[in-house]
Nanobody
Framework: QVQLVESGGGLVQAGGSLRLSCAAS????????MGWFRQAPGKEREFVAV????????SYTDSVKGRFTISRDNAKNTVYLHMNSLKPEDTAIYYC????????????????WGQGTQVTVSS
């Protein structure tokens, strides 16, 4: 079992920045690929970014490339999502998730989920 707790969401103006954190507890954090997903009102949950077990490989959805950066600190059992140049369309609840396999953007392949943190970007 892995417990995930997100933090760092909030209200920010367009063009601003936020850093989301996801703290993990339970089984070895290093055993998991970590992803960020988001869900806007009335929309399906969508993949945002993923990082491999040691932080050497990352992947992003096209709409956030060049603006968002995913990173992890295995010593702190924490994964981060650094978000720059935020846009109103980035408004959503952001979730972190853990998976044992690399290379998937499908939410159903992730085994553990946090409760989410709200990000609101005003225009």
């Amino acid at each position: 079992q892995v417990q995930l707790v997100e933090s760092g969401g909030g209200l920010v103006q367009a063009g601003g920045s936020l850093r989301l954190s996801c703290a993990a507890s339970g089984r070895s954090f290093r055993s998991y690929v970590m992803g960020w997903f988001r869900q806007a009102p009335g929309k399906e949950r969508e993949f945002v970014a993923v990082i491999d077990w040691v932080g050497s490989s990352t992947s992003y959805t096209d709409s956030v490339k060049g603006r968002f950066t995913i990173s992890r600190d295995n010593a702190k059992n924490t994964v981060y999502l650094h978000m720059n140049s935020l846009k109103p369309e980035d408004t959503a609840i952001y979730y972190c998730a853990a998976a044992v396999i690399w290379g998937t953007r499908e939410s159903q392949r992730y085994d553990y989920w946090g409760q989410g943190t709200q990000v609101t970007v005003s225009s």
